[in-house]
């Protein structure tokens, strides 16, 4: 029976998903196998595996002895078309300020560094791939971590695309990645690699083949040209190679490039410890409550098991309150988004599912079609018995033959092959309709036929924007999946970018560079992608509207050039501008302008006029007086301006030195006064202690007369008595005697 206290530990324990120590991959491991069959019971793995065949045009189980097969990849199309529409341009980024920042200039740098990023990485590859996915797998799944490893060792934040075969979540119904208790991201992993990367497991690794084989991925073999069975060359020379390495049975021999499954786990783990800065505060165990485990071998072996591994432990120790504001710090590296929302299914769902019967019945038809087509080109030539012409006479070798007659000759002719019936033409051009109206595309080429020529600019913009309101949804979840990508590269950078580095960007028409680091980007911002702003544009209609604004003066050279998207072009407007001037600025110096006023008005002329006025804003341009002035006497010019502006600074610093003086002076009285206040606090100290001797002295003089007045009534006291006893008893006052 057990304890309190056990049942407090296992309280305790329970409320964790993964527990801690060496249970941890095993528990792992348990919950994989879960995720495992939830995917078997939704077939997403046969699901998947379908779409993957019909992108690779494989659309029969089965090769057919009697018909030629066919297919028409309409599916390939859509999804090529798809992809390309949704990746034609890079994406624009904004930046919304969601607290204080010290000046512009940071927010400016902060999205240069994003932009820079995004080329300098090739991210738009990247999108391109994860797109891919989406629109075969249903769902695009990314990763986004920070490679120590990347240009030449100095680190850089990239981007992976995650296979849906090894990607998993639980639990297995959650709808939003991050609000799920754990993520699963189980690779596989040459037995060497594995070794290499984890060196003190390297004798206890072993190769995986039972999990290997229940993630159903059979992609690896299929090949288009595998459908008709037999053996290919590279596998007879393969096995050929391994017979003469000493396998003599026919069967590889294990090595280290055999596979293991390594198993990474992302886990909210809210454990509580006792703060090492704080004495007695409790605090999480993990930073933002994430925790990383790495397991392999059905979770026996737990190669690595600590915190939020997209949080710098530096930048932790040195400030954990910035560690705490990037965007990584609470949340999974990972984003999932599907190409098209199913509020039943996590996993999403594709056009394939839509499609896929459509390209199934089109193939038939065109089957049908070959079928004919296939019996009409084998030629039969028709000889009656009665021509007396031999068949082994009618070759295609010149020959002479002689008939009976001209009658039963016209009888010597090839069989009318049969014709295909009129209704699968029909069908086959009702199922490529249906596809596109189902698929929600359109076909440019339908601007060429005959009643249908679309020719201007303004129809194909129109076209462009009716296929972009088509693919709305698809065009949300691919741009939250940017914005996701771009926020988790800056908690990255905020965290790891600890060295300087250099970025490169384009501010009007010039390449500019600029010196970055983690600590510049940790700025109270957030970053936004534009919605739609990867689809196509109509680039041609955008020249020709420049072009004709341009041609009514409703724009300038340089307008029209930064609409045509022309390299350089501020030094074409630059040469342009310099060209009558500059002949006007030789004719000066040839009529004796002195060469500072030349290379004043040189300067003028290639400056933009926005620079212009924020250079005239700064005072940098002086007025043209005081350059005539300057030019006129050969000594630098005084601007009257500046004369009294120096004057007013020299007043003020004047009245500041005064209101020094005078604090000084205020300081030395209050000195003064607090010595005077000490000696006169010594002197009433020795006037207390004078009037107190003096009172002492005046004491004792009073009790001195006292007592002398005691003594002289004491005194007066006995003569009385003396004269009363020298007199007799008889004796009145006032009376005198009477005795003679």
């Not at 779409?51 to 018909?67: I, P, R, V």
């Not at 930073?287 to 737990?302: L, S, W």
């Not at 302008?593 to 008005?601: M, R, Y």
């Not at 005072?619 to 300057?630: A, S």
Request: net charge neutral; charged share 30%; aromatic share 8%.
């Amino acid at each position: 029976m057990a304890n309190e206290e056990t049942i407090g530990r296992a309280k305790t324990y329970d409320l964790e998903l993964i527990p801690q120590g060496k249970e941890a991959g095993k528990k792992i491991f348990n919950l994989l196998d879960s995720i495992l069959l939830d995917k078997d019971s939704l077939s997403l793995p046969q699901k998947w595996i379908s779409n993957y065949k019909f992108g690779k045009n494989q659309h029969w189980k089965e090769k057919s002895k009697k018909a030629s097969l066919v297919s028409a990849n309409l599916l390939y199309i859509h999804r090529q078309r798809t992809c390309n529409m949704l990746t034609d341009n890079n994406p624009t980024f904004n930046v919304a300020q969601i607290g204080e920042v010290d000046n512009e200039e940071s927010i400016q740098t902060f999205l240069h560094t994003g932009q820079h990023w995004w080329l300098d990485q090739e991210q738009q590859h990247i999108l391109e791939g994860s797109v891919n996915n989406g629109e075969t797998y249903g769902c695009a799944i990314e990763h986004v971590r920070f490679n120590p490893d990347l240009e030449f060792g100095m680190g850089e934040v990239e981007t992976l695309i995650i296979d849906p075969f090894h990607f998993g979540f639980w639990p297995v119904k959650c709808m939003d990645l991050q609000k799920c208790d754990a993520v699963f991201y189980y690779p596989t992993m040459s037995l060497r690699e594995a070794r290499r990367k984890w060196p003190k497991f390297a004798d206890k690794i072993q190769a995986d083949s039972e999990y290997l084989k229940s993630l159903g991925d059979e992609r690896r073999t299929m090949h288009s040209e595998s459908q008709g069975g037999g053996r290919s060359w590279d596998a007879v020379i393969s096995n050929i190679v391994t017979k003469m390495m000493g396998n003599t049975d026919g069967e590889r021999t294990a090595s280290d490039e055999d596979e293991v499954l390594i198993v990474y786990c992302y886990v909210k783990d809210r454990t509580k410890i006792e703060s090492s800065k704080k004495p007695g505060f409790m605090e999480p165990k993990y930073p933002g409550e994430i925790r990383f485990i790495a397991t392999c071998n059905g979770g026996n072996i737990v190669l690595e098991d600590r915190g939020n591994p997209s949080i710098n432990p530096n930048l932790i120790e040195k400030d954990e309150a910035a560690a705490s504001r990037t965007y990584l710090y609470d949340k999974f590296p990972f984003s999932k988004n599907p190409s098209i929302q199913d509020t039943s299914n996590p996993w999403g769902m594709t056009d394939f599912e839509q499609l896929k019967q459509l390209n199934i019945e089109m193939n038939k038809t065109l089957t049908q079609i070959n079928l004919f087509k296939d019996k009409a080109s084998r030629l039969i030539l028709m000889n009656p018995q009665d021509t007396g012409v031999p068949s082994e006479k009618l070759t295609n070798y010149p020959v002479t033959v002689r008939p009976f007659n001209r009658m039963v000759s016209e009888g010597i002719k090839y069989v009318d092959p049969p014709q295909p019936p009129g209704d699968l033409a029909a069908a086959l051009s009702m199922y490529k309709e249906l596809f596109f109206v189902v698929a929600g595309t359109f076909e440019l080429e339908l601007a060429q036929t005959p009643g249908r020529e679309v020719v201007a600019y303004k129809a194909i913009a129109a076209l462009l924007e009716r296929a972009t309101t088509m693919m709305r949804g698809k065009v949300r979840n691919y741009s939250k999946m940017i914005s996701e990508r771009g926020r988790m590269f800056y908690s990255c950078a905020q965290n790891w970018y600890g060295d300087d580095r250099w970025i490169t960007y384009e501010h009007e028409g010039q390449r500019l560079t600029k010196q970055i680091s983690g600590e510049s980007l940790r700025i109270p911002a957030k970053l936004l992608v534009v919605p739609g702003s990867t689809m196509p544009i109509a680039r041609t209609q955008k020249r020709e509207e420049a072009i004709t604004l341009f041609k009514q003066g409703a724009i300038d050279n340089e307008e029209l050039l930064k609409r045509m998207d022309w390299n350089n072009y501020k030094e074409i407007v630059n040469r342009m501008k310099q060209g009558p001037l500059g002949q006007l600025i030789q004719q000066f110096g040839a009529m004796g302008a002195p060469e500072p006023f030349l290379n004043i008005v040189q300067e003028l002329i290639q400056m933009d006029m926005r620079d212009f006025e924020k250079a005239q804003k700064n005072g940098e341009i002086p007025p043209f007086n005081l350059i005539m002035e300057e030019l006129m006497s050969g000594q630098p010019a005084q601007d009257p301006e500046k004369e009294a502006e120096i004057e007013s600074k020299w007043a003020d610093v004047e009245k500041t030195r005064i209101e020094i003086r005078k604090i000084d002076a205020e300081v030395e009285l209050i000195d003064e006064k607090i010595v005077t206040e000490r000696v006169n606090q010594v002197v009433k100290t020795t006037g207390i202690e004078f009037d107190e001797e003096k009172l002492k002295t005046e004491r004792a003089k009073v009790v001195a007369d006292i007592k002398a007045a005691r003594m002289q009534q004491t005194e007066k006291g006995s003569e009385s008595q003396r004269k009363k006893r020298t007199q007799g008893p008889f004796r009145e006052r006032g009376l005198k005697s009477n005795n003679k």
